[in-house]
């Protein structure tokens, strides 16, 4: 009986990772919805192209807990990307707007913060943490793009956006199957 009460913080933190996990996920679908709407053109085009993060499991035969690990290496450049995005945006209009894209966009930056605390939490003695990535360089994601407001600026927030919507959900997943091991 107490091994089982000893296990219940455990699963209770793993149980609200997987929810905000969850949630950052439908954040992220929103946010590319309010930038497909704002960016109208962008509504029927999905951008071509290998994605713009890609992070090799630590073994052909992952444990759950190295999932989460992969997921948190994952988050941590997808946050990178989207600070890089924030001020390139920023920059480009010259003040910070506020609209709905501006609010959901600064929740999914508060929230990526939040998961990635969380899922750090989770996996604080060091197993399932693989090798860390490189830290994301701004001038990598803005390399192809040429001048302010240019179409190749506007893809790259979509391809952005995109890949905050995969590894949101690569959480969930991972998180999901940690929490039903537990």
Sequence with gaps: MEDQKDLEPG??????????????????????????????????????????????LCSDTPS?????????????????????????????????LEGEYETARKTVKDRIGHLLHSTGVLLENGEGMCSLLPEFQCIQGLDEVEGSGSFATKLWTYRVLLELIHWSDSAANALHLLHSEQ
């Design 11 to 56: 699963r209770v933190a793993t149980a609200r990772a997987v929810a905000l996990a969850q949630l950052l996920h439908q954040e992220c679908t929103t946010l590319l919805e309010l930038y497909k709407e704002r960016e109208s053109f962008l509504t029927h085009h999905v951008p071509e192209g290998d994605r713009l993060l890609i992070v090799d």
């Design 64 to 96: 759950s807990v190295q999932r989460v690990g992969h997921a948190h290496s994952a988050l941590s450049r997808c946050l990178e990307m989207l600070n890089c995005l924030i001020n390139h945006e920023v920059e480009e209009l010259g003040e910070e």
